[in-house]
Protein backbone atom coordinates (compact mmCIF):
# COMPACT_ATOMS: atom_id res chain seq x y z
CA UNK A 1 0.00 0.00 0.00
CA UNK A 2 3.08 2.31 0.64
CA UNK A 3 4.54 1.86 -2.77
CA UNK A 4 1.09 1.87 -4.51
CA UNK A 5 0.25 5.89 -2.38
CA UNK A 6 4.20 6.82 -3.19
CA UNK A 7 3.18 6.64 -6.85
CA UNK A 8 -0.21 7.86 -6.74
CA UNK A 9 1.59 10.99 -4.75
CA UNK A 10 4.35 11.65 -6.81
CA UNK A 11 2.44 11.43 -10.06
CA UNK A 12 -0.36 13.80 -8.80
CA UNK A 13 2.16 16.43 -7.91
CA UNK A 14 4.08 16.01 -11.26
CA UNK A 15 0.76 16.29 -13.74
CA UNK A 16 -1.95 18.45 -12.01
CA UNK A 17 0.53 19.69 -9.33
CA UNK A 18 1.57 21.87 -11.82
CA UNK A 19 -1.85 24.03 -12.35
CA UNK A 20 -1.87 23.66 -8.46
CA UNK A 21 0.73 25.80 -8.23
CA UNK A 22 -0.50 28.50 -10.04
CA UNK A 23 -4.46 28.15 -8.73
CA UNK A 24 -2.56 27.94 -5.07
CA UNK A 25 -0.91 31.27 -5.82
CA UNK A 26 -3.69 33.26 -7.40
CA UNK A 27 -6.03 31.91 -4.43
CA UNK A 28 -3.08 33.56 -2.19
CA UNK A 29 -3.25 37.16 -4.00
CA UNK A 30 -7.02 37.13 -3.65
CA UNK A 31 -6.97 36.04 0.02
CA UNK A 32 -5.97 39.71 -0.04
CA UNK A 33 -7.76 41.38 -2.85
CA UNK A 34 -9.29 44.29 -2.19
CA UNK A 35 -6.13 45.62 0.05
CA UNK A 36 -3.56 44.37 -3.11
CA UNK A 37 -6.28 46.44 -5.32
CA UNK A 38 -6.31 49.41 -3.53
CA UNK A 39 -2.64 49.12 -3.61
CA UNK A 40 -2.35 49.59 -7.15
CA UNK A 41 -5.18 51.57 -7.68
CA UNK A 42 -6.08 54.13 -4.85
CA UNK A 43 -8.07 55.69 -6.80
CA UNK A 44 -11.08 53.46 -6.87
CA UNK A 45 -10.69 53.21 -3.01
CA UNK A 46 -10.53 57.48 -2.51
CA UNK A 47 -14.11 57.10 -0.26
CA UNK A 48 -15.25 60.26 1.07
CA UNK A 49 -17.96 58.30 3.25
CA UNK A 50 -19.92 55.15 3.71
CA UNK A 51 -23.02 56.57 3.68
CA UNK A 52 -25.37 55.21 0.78
CA UNK A 53 -26.73 59.15 -0.06
CA UNK A 54 -28.43 58.65 -3.26
CA UNK A 55 -30.92 57.03 -4.53
CA UNK A 56 -30.11 53.53 -6.26
CA UNK A 57 -31.10 54.27 -9.66
CA UNK A 58 -29.37 57.68 -9.41
CA UNK A 59 -25.94 55.31 -9.12
CA UNK A 60 -26.60 53.92 -12.51
CA UNK A 61 -27.38 57.00 -14.02
CA UNK A 62 -23.87 58.33 -13.09
CA UNK A 63 -22.26 55.00 -14.24
CA UNK A 64 -24.14 55.01 -17.49
CA UNK A 65 -22.92 58.74 -18.01
CA UNK A 66 -19.54 57.33 -18.10
CA UNK A 67 -19.95 54.60 -20.31
CA UNK A 68 -18.91 54.30 -24.16
CA UNK A 69 -19.36 52.11 -26.59
CA UNK A 70 -23.37 51.28 -25.96
CA UNK A 71 -22.40 49.67 -22.94
CA UNK A 72 -25.32 48.70 -20.16
CA UNK A 73 -24.99 48.62 -16.44
CA UNK A 74 -26.66 45.24 -15.83
CA UNK A 75 -25.32 45.06 -11.69
CA UNK A 76 -25.08 47.40 -8.63
CA UNK A 77 -23.06 45.47 -6.01
CA UNK A 78 -22.93 47.96 -2.62
CA UNK A 79 -20.48 47.49 -0.54
CA UNK A 80 -19.35 45.12 1.98
CA UNK A 81 -16.85 46.54 4.37
CA UNK A 82 -16.30 50.00 5.42
CA UNK A 83 -14.77 52.42 3.53
CA UNK A 84 -15.29 50.80 0.40
CA UNK A 85 -17.17 51.99 -3.10
CA UNK A 86 -20.14 51.02 -4.76
CA UNK A 87 -19.54 48.96 -7.87
CA UNK A 88 -21.64 48.95 -10.80
CA UNK A 89 -20.64 46.34 -13.58
CA UNK A 90 -21.85 46.81 -17.30
CA UNK A 91 -21.65 44.43 -20.07
CA UNK A 92 -20.81 45.97 -24.01
CA UNK A 93 -23.98 45.33 -25.75
CA UNK A 94 -22.21 43.49 -28.72
CA UNK A 95 -19.86 40.38 -27.51
CA UNK A 96 -19.04 39.05 -24.10
CA UNK A 97 -16.41 42.12 -22.51
CA UNK A 98 -17.79 44.11 -19.57
CA UNK A 99 -16.43 46.23 -17.54
CA UNK A 100 -16.46 47.56 -13.97
CA UNK A 101 -17.44 50.77 -12.02
CA UNK A 102 -16.19 51.85 -9.02
CA UNK A 103 -18.55 54.89 -7.24
CA UNK A 104 -18.56 56.81 -4.34
CA UNK A 105 -21.17 56.05 -1.90
CA UNK A 106 -21.85 59.69 -0.49
CA UNK A 107 -21.01 61.61 -3.64
CA UNK A 108 -21.44 59.07 -6.48
CA UNK A 109 -18.50 60.55 -7.91
CA UNK A 110 -17.28 57.49 -10.65
CA UNK A 111 -13.65 56.98 -8.85
CA UNK A 112 -12.17 54.62 -11.55
CA UNK A 113 -13.45 52.44 -13.81
CA UNK A 114 -11.44 48.76 -14.82
CA UNK A 115 -12.14 46.55 -18.05
CA UNK A 116 -12.63 43.10 -17.24
CA UNK A 117 -12.42 44.25 -13.66
CA UNK A 118 -8.87 44.63 -13.74
CA UNK A 119 -6.22 42.61 -12.35
CA UNK A 120 -7.95 41.28 -9.77
CA UNK A 121 -11.08 40.70 -12.21
CA UNK A 122 -8.67 38.72 -14.32
CA UNK A 123 -7.30 36.64 -10.98
CA UNK A 124 -10.84 35.55 -9.97
CA UNK A 125 -11.29 34.17 -13.21
CA UNK A 126 -8.42 32.82 -13.44
CA UNK A 127 -8.52 30.86 -9.90
CA UNK A 128 -12.11 29.86 -10.60
CA UNK A 129 -12.04 29.32 -14.07
CA UNK A 130 -8.33 29.57 -15.47
CA UNK A 131 -10.23 31.90 -17.85
CA UNK A 132 -11.71 29.23 -20.00
CA UNK A 133 -15.54 29.16 -18.34
CA UNK A 134 -16.97 28.29 -21.72
CA UNK A 135 -13.97 25.29 -21.66
CA UNK A 136 -14.66 23.50 -18.59
CA UNK A 137 -12.46 25.03 -17.18
CA UNK A 138 -14.30 25.12 -13.43
CA UNK A 139 -14.42 21.58 -13.68
CA UNK A 140 -10.42 21.34 -14.31
CA UNK A 141 -9.73 23.74 -11.09
CA UNK A 142 -12.14 20.70 -9.43
CA UNK A 143 -10.03 18.17 -10.47
CA UNK A 144 -6.91 20.14 -8.92
CA UNK A 145 -8.79 20.60 -5.94
CA UNK A 146 -9.08 16.76 -5.82
CA UNK A 147 -5.75 15.85 -6.76
CA UNK A 148 -4.00 18.40 -4.15
CA UNK A 149 -6.36 16.74 -1.44
CA UNK A 150 -5.91 13.53 -2.44
CA UNK A 151 -1.70 14.95 -2.29
CA UNK A 152 -2.07 16.30 1.41
CA UNK A 153 -3.96 13.41 2.83
CA UNK A 154 -1.53 10.55 0.92
CA UNK A 155 1.74 13.25 2.22
CA UNK A 156 0.56 12.78 5.75
CA UNK A 157 0.25 8.89 5.63
CA UNK A 158 3.76 8.75 3.59
CA UNK A 159 5.26 11.07 6.23
CA UNK A 160 3.91 9.46 9.51
CA UNK A 161 7.22 8.07 11.18
CA UNK A 162 7.13 5.06 13.97
CA UNK A 163 6.22 5.93 17.50
CA UNK A 164 9.72 5.36 18.32
CA UNK A 165 10.78 8.65 15.69
CA UNK A 166 7.93 10.45 15.70
CA UNK A 167 9.29 13.25 18.02
CA UNK A 168 12.30 13.74 15.47
CA UNK A 169 10.13 13.86 12.66
CA UNK A 170 8.47 17.07 13.73
CA UNK A 171 11.86 18.93 12.82
CA UNK A 172 14.34 18.66 10.33
CA UNK A 173 16.49 15.65 10.05
CA UNK A 174 19.86 15.18 10.18
CA UNK A 175 21.45 14.16 6.96
CA UNK A 176 18.95 14.43 4.48
CA UNK A 177 18.88 17.23 1.81
CA UNK A 178 17.26 20.63 2.55
CA UNK A 179 14.43 19.86 -0.61
CA UNK A 180 13.02 16.58 1.64
CA UNK A 181 13.34 18.23 4.78
CA UNK A 182 11.47 21.05 3.30
CA UNK A 183 8.92 18.66 1.79
CA UNK A 184 8.56 16.76 4.74
CA UNK A 185 7.84 19.46 7.32
CA UNK A 186 6.62 22.21 4.86
CA UNK A 187 3.99 19.23 4.20
CA UNK A 188 3.36 17.78 7.30
CA UNK A 189 2.53 21.16 8.91
CA UNK A 190 0.68 22.83 6.00
CA UNK A 191 -1.57 19.69 4.98
CA UNK A 192 -4.35 20.56 7.34
CA UNK A 193 -4.81 24.17 5.79
CA UNK A 194 -3.97 22.46 2.12
CA UNK A 195 -6.60 19.77 2.47
CA UNK A 196 -8.97 22.45 4.21
CA UNK A 197 -8.34 24.83 1.33
CA UNK A 198 -8.78 21.91 -1.33
CA UNK A 199 -11.98 20.40 -0.20
CA UNK A 200 -13.70 23.98 -0.02
CA UNK A 201 -12.74 24.25 -3.37
CA UNK A 202 -14.07 20.93 -4.51
CA UNK A 203 -17.54 22.45 -3.70
CA UNK A 204 -17.12 25.60 -4.75
CA UNK A 205 -15.82 24.57 -8.30
CA UNK A 206 -18.99 22.30 -8.66
CA UNK A 207 -21.26 24.38 -7.41
CA UNK A 208 -23.73 24.02 -10.11
CA UNK A 209 -23.62 20.29 -9.52
CA UNK A 210 -25.15 20.52 -5.66
CA UNK A 211 -26.90 23.89 -6.31
CA UNK A 212 -28.67 23.52 -9.52
CA UNK A 213 -31.19 26.24 -8.72
CA UNK A 214 -28.82 28.71 -9.44
CA UNK A 215 -29.34 28.70 -12.90
CA UNK A 216 -33.01 28.31 -12.98
CA UNK A 217 -33.72 31.69 -15.34
CA UNK A 218 -37.03 33.77 -13.78
CA UNK A 219 -38.80 35.61 -16.68
CA UNK A 220 -41.06 38.77 -16.58
CA UNK A 221 -44.15 39.76 -18.85
CA UNK A 222 -42.40 41.06 -21.26
CA UNK A 223 -44.28 44.46 -20.96
CA UNK A 224 -42.56 47.59 -21.15
CA UNK A 225 -40.74 48.46 -18.08
CA UNK A 226 -41.69 51.10 -16.01
CA UNK A 227 -40.83 50.17 -12.87
CA UNK A 228 -38.01 52.12 -11.31
CA UNK A 229 -35.34 50.22 -9.51
CA UNK A 230 -35.75 52.19 -5.72
CA UNK A 231 -39.66 50.90 -6.35
CA UNK A 232 -38.29 47.12 -7.33
CA UNK A 233 -35.60 47.44 -4.32
CA UNK A 234 -38.63 48.45 -1.53
CA UNK A 235 -40.95 45.84 -2.86
CA UNK A 236 -38.02 43.19 -2.53
CA UNK A 237 -36.94 44.69 1.30
CA UNK A 238 -40.70 44.53 2.55
CA UNK A 239 -40.66 40.74 2.39
CA UNK A 240 -37.48 40.68 4.91
CA UNK A 241 -37.77 43.58 6.57
CA UNK A 242 -33.93 42.92 8.42
CA UNK A 243 -32.37 41.71 5.70
CA UNK A 244 -29.21 43.94 4.31
CA UNK A 245 -28.97 44.60 0.42
CA UNK A 246 -26.23 43.04 -1.33
CA UNK A 247 -26.87 43.96 -4.81
CA UNK A 248 -29.03 44.30 -7.84
CA UNK A 249 -29.22 42.87 -11.26
CA UNK A 250 -31.07 45.22 -13.99
CA UNK A 251 -33.06 43.58 -16.25
CA UNK A 252 -31.74 42.11 -19.51
CA UNK A 253 -33.69 41.77 -22.43
CA UNK A 254 -37.48 41.91 -23.18
CA UNK A 255 -38.08 39.35 -20.74
CA UNK A 256 -35.71 40.63 -17.99
CA UNK A 257 -36.19 41.17 -14.52
CA UNK A 258 -34.91 42.54 -11.42
CA UNK A 259 -33.07 40.69 -9.31
CA UNK A 260 -32.82 41.93 -5.37
CA UNK A 261 -30.04 39.86 -3.81
CA UNK A 262 -30.67 40.12 0.21
CA UNK A 263 -28.76 38.65 2.80
CA UNK A 264 -30.29 38.15 6.41
CA UNK A 265 -29.00 36.32 9.79
CA UNK A 266 -30.52 32.63 8.23
CA UNK A 267 -28.45 33.22 4.97
CA UNK A 268 -28.57 34.77 1.60
CA UNK A 269 -31.96 35.06 -0.52
CA UNK A 270 -32.97 36.39 -3.72
CA UNK A 271 -35.94 38.15 -5.10
CA UNK A 272 -37.13 38.36 -8.29
CA UNK A 273 -39.57 41.45 -9.58
CA UNK A 274 -41.18 41.87 -13.16
CA UNK A 275 -39.85 45.65 -13.90
CA UNK A 276 -43.17 46.25 -15.90
CA UNK A 277 -45.70 44.87 -13.02
CA UNK A 278 -43.85 45.50 -10.19
CA UNK A 279 -44.99 41.77 -8.93
CA UNK A 280 -42.35 39.18 -6.96
CA UNK A 281 -42.40 36.49 -9.06
CA UNK A 282 -40.08 34.57 -7.15
CA UNK A 283 -38.32 34.66 -3.73
CA UNK A 284 -35.44 31.52 -3.02
CA UNK A 285 -34.95 30.90 0.50
CA UNK A 286 -31.58 30.03 1.91
CA UNK A 287 -31.52 26.25 1.97
CA UNK A 288 -29.03 23.87 3.84
CA UNK A 289 -27.09 23.39 0.65
CA UNK A 290 -27.08 26.91 0.57
CA UNK A 291 -25.88 27.86 4.14
CA UNK A 292 -23.27 24.78 3.62
CA UNK A 293 -22.03 26.24 0.70
CA UNK A 294 -21.61 29.94 2.04
CA UNK A 295 -19.49 28.48 5.02
CA UNK A 296 -17.74 26.85 1.97
CA UNK A 297 -17.06 30.13 0.93
CA UNK A 298 -15.72 31.56 3.82
CA UNK A 299 -13.38 29.04 5.00
CA UNK A 300 -11.85 28.76 1.81
CA UNK A 301 -10.78 32.53 1.75
CA UNK A 302 -9.76 32.13 5.57
CA UNK A 303 -12.38 35.31 6.20
CA UNK A 304 -14.33 32.76 8.79
CA UNK A 305 -10.74 32.59 10.85
CA UNK A 306 -10.16 36.27 10.91
CA UNK A 307 -6.93 38.19 11.00
CA UNK A 308 -4.75 34.78 11.37
CA UNK A 309 -6.94 32.83 9.57
CA UNK A 310 -6.11 35.03 6.60
CA UNK A 311 -2.51 34.68 6.88
CA UNK A 312 -2.71 31.09 7.38
CA UNK A 313 -4.65 30.92 3.98
CA UNK A 314 -2.44 33.20 2.32
CA UNK A 315 0.72 30.99 3.39
CA UNK A 316 -0.87 27.72 2.23
CA UNK A 317 -1.39 28.86 -1.05
CA UNK A 318 2.41 28.82 -1.75
CA UNK A 319 2.69 25.33 -0.35
CA UNK A 320 1.76 24.07 -3.77
CA UNK A 321 4.84 25.81 -5.18
CA UNK A 322 7.01 25.05 -2.39
CA UNK A 323 6.22 20.86 -2.87
CA UNK A 324 5.28 20.86 -6.46
CA UNK A 325 9.38 21.97 -6.38
CA UNK A 326 10.97 20.27 -3.91
CA UNK A 327 9.51 16.70 -4.34
CA UNK A 328 10.29 16.78 -8.05
CA UNK A 329 13.74 17.56 -7.11
CA UNK A 330 13.33 14.54 -4.48
CA UNK A 331 12.56 12.38 -7.81
CA UNK A 332 15.15 13.80 -10.24
CA UNK A 333 17.52 12.78 -7.15
CA UNK A 334 16.59 9.31 -7.58
CA UNK A 335 16.27 9.09 -10.75
CA UNK A 336 20.08 9.98 -10.99
CA UNK A 337 20.92 7.84 -8.50
CA UNK A 338 19.63 4.90 -10.63
CA UNK A 339 17.86 2.70 -7.73
CA UNK A 340 17.17 -0.12 -8.64
CA UNK A 341 13.21 -1.34 -8.65
CA UNK A 342 11.67 -0.42 -5.63
CA UNK A 343 14.47 2.26 -4.88
CA UNK A 344 12.19 5.32 -4.30
CA UNK A 345 10.25 3.14 -1.65
CA UNK A 346 13.93 2.21 -0.47
CA UNK A 347 14.99 5.62 -0.15
CA UNK A 348 11.99 6.87 1.37
CA UNK A 349 11.87 4.11 4.32
CA UNK A 350 15.80 5.06 4.96
CA UNK A 351 15.21 8.89 4.84
CA UNK A 352 12.50 8.05 8.13
Known amino acids: MRGAWLQIHLWLGLTLGALGIFIGVS ?8 VIDAWLNPQRYAVSGARIALAY ?5 RAEQALSGGARVTNL ?27 DPPTGKVLDSAAGGGFIGWIHRFHENLTLREYWGREVVGLVGI ?8 GIYLWWPGRAR ?3 ALGARPGLALSRNLHYLAGFYGSVVLALLSFTG ?16 V ?15 SAARALSPRASLVSVGLPAGPRGVYRINLREESGALSVFVDPATGAVLRRTEPTAIDRFLALQRLVHTGAAFGPLGRIAFFAAGLL ?13 RQRRAKKPAGGEELAFRNAR
Open 166 to 168: FRQ
Open 320 to 332: PALLVSTGTLMWL
Open 77 to 103: RLPDEHGMPIVVTARAREGSGFQRLFI
Open 27 to 34: GSVLVYDH
Open 147 to 154: AMLLSALS
Open 219 to 233: QGSGAAATLPLDAAV
Open 202 to 217: IWLAYVQYVQPSRSVQ
Open 57 to 61: ADYVA
